[in-house]
């Protein structure tokens, strides 16, 4: 709860920043320092939350501060002090408004922090706007690139639209509940008799939710708007904020949906593996390492799909640890990218002699994309996917993302490939300073610490 007034309050401190303060570095210094305090606020938060379910609700039982939510706002926070450590210095490429996107972001956290504990369906649309709007304008920020503009006109479409879909959904199930609250909800799922005005609402929610999360079929705005949108906010758009949409997801299809599984289950995982196939036999044809990434980004939330569609314990510890692997590995990546000037394959070829420990961190987040042990993206893959095994259904499905992810690994290795083995003398956009240097290596040690002891993330739940 302190963590949802802290973020908005700094939100609107660096608003004021950005006309008190004239130089760049001070404000992404000001921004980091906040960053760093709104951490501390949700380590607060984590420590205080009560264990009575009674004393944890708020705005008349419409938020639902838990345990397990403080601990994934906590991780999420975290990632986002990371992301602005490392890319603090690219934001102020991106344009003169560098203030109003550290602005931007915090108000995404509080978006992230309402869709982590709402217990009602309006608080849970809010909190999706939120998240939203502010990428939007994050994604035409930078003025002097035509690509970017078109991504946030088409991004702003489509979510608007989704929109319209997500409020429908909400509308059929208080048709046929007549009430907003999630408890609520499953409580009448799961002692009236099948009613075909819940189903409705249930299937137009999961359309809006698999837009939000990049699902195929209603994946085709992703590619277009991640390569359109300034690289630095692309890293962000697809980690964190993918990880608050499906923590919404599974906390509402796991809450208030469950009981009626049996009639979603098959429909979600057809779902599913159309967002593993596009995702990754599409990554295979491209040219662009940063279209690539927003194709592999596709073809992780079929990972994550996978937590969803266990109703289990195992797919809440699977969500937590997929999305601080994806988050820290992929943040990591896009830090790299960011360094060069070329972002087709043939633009990394050679990095290994020219910049070897670049090359290195590049490797160990790419090991963790594709799922190789002793990194972090080994340990997700296998707890969403134990989660599903532990279900008991759906082993086709499961067979299909081993499949899928033998595939991942080949345009990710291509990647290391360029640099380690075909020759070239890759053209930088900025110096690696000691301090870029000291960042990467904590980001890589992160993604090999969750690989080998991931239960330091789960004890936290």
Request: positive net charge; contains cysteine.
């Amino acid at each position: 709860m302190k963590a949802i007034i802290a973020t908005t309050i700094f939100g609107v401190i660096m608003m004021f920043a950005g006309l008190m303060v004239s130089n760049k570095k001070s404000i992404v210094a000001i921004a980091t320092v906040l960053f760093a305090a709104l951490l501390g606020v949700n380590i607060w938060d984590l420590t205080a939350t009560s264990a009575d379910a009674a004393n944890n609700l708020f705005f008349n039982n419409m938020l639902r501060i838990e345990h397990y939510s403080m601990w994934f706002n906590t991780l999420m926070t975290g990632c986002t002090l990371l992301y602005a450590l490392l890319m603090g210095k690219e934001i102020i490429k991106v344009g003169i408004h560098v203030a109003e996107y550290f602005a931007l972001i915090f108000f995404i956290l509080c978006g992230l922090y309402l869709l982590s504990t709402y217990n009602n369906m309006l608080m849970m649309f809010i909190g999706i706007e939120i998240l939203s709007i502010p990428q939007y304008i994050l994604a035409g920020s930078d003025k002097r690139n035509l690509k970017s503009s078109e991504a946030s006109l088409k991004y702003f479409l489509m979510g608007s639209f989704t929109t319209g879909i997500l409020l429908m959904g909400i509308t059929l199930l208080y048709g046929a509940s007549r009430s907003f609250n999630i408890m609520e909800i499953a409580s009448m799922l799961n002692s009236d008799a099948l009613n075909p005005l819940a189903l409705a609402g249930i299937l137009f929610i999961m359309i809006a939710f698999a837009f939000k999360v990049s699902a195929a079929p209603m994946h085709m705005w992703t590619p277009d708007v991640y390569d359109g949108s300034p690289t630095p906010f692309t890293a962000y758009m697809s980690t964190v904020l993918k990880a608050a949409a499906f923590f919404a997801f599974l906390r509402l299809f796991q809450v208030s949906f469950n009981t009626l599984s049996a009639h979603w289950t098959l429909i979600l995982a057809i779902i599913t593996a159309a967002t593993l196939l596009v995702g990754n036999v599409t990554a295979v044809f491209q040219q662009s390492v940063k279209r690539m990434l927003a194709y592999s980004s596709i073809a992780q939330a079929g990972f994550m799909l996978f937590a969803v569609l266990a109703v289990n314990k195992f797919a809440w510890q699977g969500i937590i640890i997929y999305a601080a692997a994806y988050s820290v590995a992929t943040i990591g990546l896009f830090s790299v990218l960011v360094k060069l000037k070329d972002f087709t394959y043939d633009g990394f070829n050679g990095l290994a002699k020219k910049e070897p420990f670049l090359a290195f961190t590049a490797s160990i987040f790419l090991f963790s994309l594709a799922g190789i042990p002793l990194t972090g993206g080994f340990m997700a893959k296998y707890y969403v996917l134990l989660a599903v095994v532990q279900q008991g259904q759906l082993m086709w499905l499961v067979i299909f993302a081993l499949l899928m992810a033998a595939i991942s690994v080949f345009y990710y290795f291509r990647v290391i490939i360029a640099m380690y083995f075909k020759p070239g003398n890759p053209e930088m956009s900025s110096t690696l300073t000691t301090g870029d240097k000291l960042m990467l290596g904590i980001t890589c040690a992160l993604v090999i610490l969750i690989g080998v002891a991931p239960q330091l993330f789960l004890n936290g739940i």
